[in-house]
Structure formats: C-alpha cells, structure tokens
RNA sequence: CCCCCAGUGCAU
C-alpha cells in the first residue's frame, strides 16, 4: 500500500497524473478501501494538476467508502479552494472537516493565505487568533504569508510589527521573512531600513540568499543610489555568495538604467563566463539597454544569437526586439515581427503597436502608423497616451495638422489627457 | 502525504 502510493505520488510530481489515476484505481479494485494515506496522495495528485473538482469528487469517495479523510486531505482541498478564491466554500469546509479531523497549524495557514490574497486581512487575523484559542501557534510560514501581504497591500509597519514580535511568539525569522521584508521596504523607496534589516540578518547567523541580495541592488539602483547597488553586489562576492541568474539580469538592467552601457555590455559577457545560458530576460534586457544608449543597430545580431541559441521570445521580447529595429531604420522587419509574434500565439500588446506606430511615424511613414492604430483600435486594444502622441506629434511634424488635430480630439473623447505639448 | 513558494525585462 505504501509501495504503491509513494509511487502515485511520484507519479504526480513528474506530471503523469494519468498513470497516477490508474494505479489508484488499481488500489482500490484490489483493496476496496485504500489507505487514507492514497486518497491524500491522490487528492493533492489532482489538486496540483488544477482538477479541483475531480479531488472533491474523490473526498467525497472516501466518506462514501467510510474511509474517514485525515485533516491533510482537507487540507488540499483546502488549498484548492483558495487558488481558486473561494472563499466563502473554504471556510464552509473548515467547519466540515471538524467532523473528520482536527484542523493543524498548516490548515490556519492555508485559510490565512487564501484570505490575504483576497485582501481580506481583517478576518486573516480572526483565523490567526482562532488558531492561538485552538491551542496553536502561527509558525514561521503563518507570519511569512501575512508579511509578504502586508507588505504587498503597502501596509509595511504592520509587516515590521508583525515581524518584531515574531520572536516573542518563539518562531524565528527564516530567509523567507527577511527577503519579503527586505523587498517589500526597498520597493517603497526605504532601502536604508531595508539595509539594516539585511544586517540584522547577518547578526542572526542567517546567510543571505540571491532573492536578498537581488532586492537590495535593484532598490538602491531604483532610488538613485547606484553606488550603494554596486557595493551590495561586491558585499555579495565578498562574502562568498552565488549570485543566480535572475541577479545577473536584474544588476544587468540596472547597470544599463544607470547609464553605464559599457558595464552592461560587460555583465551580459560575464553570465556566459559564469556558466549561464543568457535568457529571454538576458536579451531583452540587454537589448532595451543598447537601445537606450543609441545602439539600436545591435538588434539585429543579438536577435539571431537569440534564435540560435533556441531562446523562445516571450511577449515581451518581441516587443523588446521589435523597438529596436523600429529605432535602427529597420521597419520592415518590425512588421515582419510582428506577424511572426501573432503567428506564434503572442498577440500583440498596446506597446508592440506603440513601437511600431511611433518607428513609423518618427520617419513620415504616417498613413502605415494610421493604419496600425485603425488596426489595434478593431482588435479592442485600449489606446493609451503614447501611441496618440506618437501619431499627433508626427502627423504635426509633416505639417498635416488638421489630421493630428481630429486625432486629438479623439483622444480627448477618450478622456486621455496629453502629455506633450 | 498537506501550508509561505519572498527577487529580474518593453513603446511617446
């Protein structure tokens, strides 16, 4: 029984939920009642593949067989419900299984994040102190949820206090913590307390991941203070740690933001020479950087280094790549782009058109930029600021006025409010 | 066998 379900699980985990199921079933021709142990296995199986009603109908089984669920069935089912935000049915569950079984710390944490992801942080706090009249206490993963929310729902001094007083309540801060707290001050511009959140963490013995260091650079860098960002990466390799592939890019982006292209240049070679394969964020970055610093020619070569490399353009790289051959003189292969992204099942966005629209208009071509606006105005698309921007200050250039003037008229229909003048 | 799964890229 045991034997079998561990394979079910392994089964789930490697996406062959199919043969899962069939093993299951094998269980249950051969046993009648599978072991409580095989329907939690099986329920999470369906859970995690987003079937949630089949894990429902399988509970449902298992009472029906009198097998009665143990609280870690309830509990994926739970965790069903909250992704899918339900959660008038969670808490309906929650007094249901009570029938069953008793409800453990993880069961208050599932309610509790569902419940901050909905924004419903009052009663997250009743569920918190429900817990505590239960006679259990919120762990480490209880004030991460609650942290993280906190700190996501701009209420940071609540996440600090919450933080503070974690201790009292004789759970430690975990990397966890400190990374969400550390990113959630830095976001909002507090990058000095998040810094010394960071040494407090060293102070605790705790030893800071790439999430961490990640968040320090690109906050310091964000705020302006682009020499602190760079001493936190040389803290970072001081102290031996490994920087990831996502720091890399995110430094990258950085370095080209704060205007020193050759050190992004630079950075893009060290990710090979540290032995990663650059991504689709690498590229885009890199591209958008050269763009910027007026070597939108490069598009080109790093758009086929990219090909070649099997990099598969997300919706955001096409966008990225399309800009720079609209900035290199290079319209017609943007148009060629563009097709090829619908093709491949990325439509375009408000900003693919507004590369294009603004390429074109930027070198008189007005009647194509028009007809690319009639074009995203059929497909729905909402017209935002700077694509009638781009068409008014081109058709304007080129001396039609009335034309640019019923364009901008018609953004003013729209409510948009200019912001060239 | 169940819960936080915290950090990167686009147009005027």
């Given amino acids: ?56 109908k399988l509970l449902e089984r298992q009472k029906e067989k009198g097998c009665i669920p143990s609280v870690i069935a309830y509990n994926s089912i739970l965790t ?40 419903m942080l009052e009663d997250a706090y009743q569920v918190r102190d429900a817990m505590e009249v239960a006679g259990l206490f919120p762990n480490v993963l209880t004030v991460n949820i609650m942290v993280d929310r906190l700190c996501k729902a ?49 102070d605790a013995g705790q030893v800071p991941n790439a999430v961490v260091y990640t968040s320090l650079i690109r906050n310091f860098f964000r705020c302006g203070r682009k020499d602190d960002g760079h001493k936190i990466y040389k803290e970072m390799v001081r102290r031996g740690g490994c920087p990831d592939l996502t720091l890399l890019n995110t430094y990258m982006d950085c370095i080209f933001k704060g205007g020193e292209v050759e050190k992004g240049r630079a950075l893009f070679e060290e990710i090979k020479a540290r032995g990663f394969v650059p991504d689709v964020r690498s590229y885009s970055i890199l ?95 909402e017209l935002n600021v700077v694509i009638y921007s781009s068409l008014i200050d081109g058709f304007g250039k080129v001396g039609r006025i009335d034309e640019a003037y019923l364009i901008m008229e018609e953004m003013m229909q729209k409510d948009l409010t200019p912001n060239v003048y």
Avoid: W
Avoid at 17 to 22: K, T
Avoid at 154 to 174: H, S, W
Avoid at 341 to 370: C, F, N, Q, W
């Fill in 1 to 56: 029984d045991v034997t079998y379900t561990s394979m079910i699980g392994v089964l789930c985990k490697a996406n062959r939920l199919d043969e899962a199921i069939e093993l299951f079933e094998q269980m249950e021709l051969n046993k009648k009642v599978p072991c409580a142990y095989a329907y939690n296995t099986m329920i999470m199986g369906y859970g995690s593949a987003g079937r949630f009603d089949d894990a429902y």
């Fill in 80 to 119: 069903c419900l909250g992704k899918k935000g339900k959660v008038d049915e969670a808490y309906k569950m929650f007094d249901e299984m009570k029938k069953d079984a008793e409800p453990n710390p993880s069961t208050y944490n599932i309610l509790i994040d569902m419940l901050c992801k909905a924004g």
């Fill in 154 to 202: 701009n209420k940071l001094d609540e996440a600090c206090r919450i933080f503070e007083g974690m201790d009292k309540k004789g759970c430690t801060p975990n990397a966890v913590t400190f990374g969400s707290l550390i990113d959630g001050l830095g976001r909002r511009g507090r990058v000095d307390e998040a810094y010394r959140l960071f040494e407090r963490m060293l």
């Fill in 287 to 381: 591209i958008h950087g050269l763009i910027k610093a007026g070597c939108a020619r490069e598009t080109y070569e790093l758009f086929y280094a990219m090909k070649e490399q099997g990099c598969v353009l997300d919706t955001l790289a096409y966008n990225t790549v399309i800009d720079g051959f609209c900035k290199s003189g290079k319209v017609n292969k943007a148009y060629q782009l563009l097709e090829e992204m619908k093709g491949k099942g990325h439509p375009p966005t408000v900003v693919t058109y507004g590369s294009v629209i603004d390429g074109l208009a930027k070198i008189d071509r007005l009647d194509e930029a028009y007809m690319l606006f009639e074009e995203a105005k059929s497909k729905g698309i």
